[in-house]
């Protein structure tokens, strides 16, 4: 069983940035970042493909935000700028343990899951 790591968030002004960072203690292959905001359903919000790093975003964070992996390290990052108040949630970070081709965005298709961290975006 692989356990992934969030840290990163917190507390910021509209317009401002945070990384989210996911360490995986184990070999996972693609991975993603989802978030549930209160009273809402988890979202896709982007994905990076094991195979060659492509990645996938949601447009709603397109533009603003930019997922990287560090392989060496089995890590996942999160940039968020130009942050939003309606980007406010739980983010969490997941992984597929199968080395697929098809980058999935939906929660079912995802087999680890982070314990989420808090990003709060507020003046």
Do not use: H
Request: charged content about 20%; glycine content about 8%; some cysteine.
């Amino acid at each position: 069983q692989v356990q992934l790591v969030e840290s990163g968030g917190g507390l910021v002004q509209p317009g401002g940035s945070l990384r989210l960072s996911c360490a995986a203690s184990g070999r996972t292959f693609n991975m993603g970042w989802f978030r549930q905001a209160p009273g809402k359903e988890r979202e896709f919000v982007v994905a990076i493909r094991w195979l060659d790093d492509s990645t996938y975003y949601a447009d709603s964070v397109k533009g603003r935000f930019t997922i990287s992996r560090d392989n060496v390290k089995n890590t996942v990052y999160l940039q968020m700028n130009s942050l939003k108040s309606e980007d406010t949630a739980v983010y969490y970070c997941a992984a597929d343990r199968l080395s697929k081709a098809f980058v999935s965005r939906f929660v079912k298709d995802y087999d680890y899951w982070g314990q989420g961290t808090q990003v709060t975006v507020s003046s």
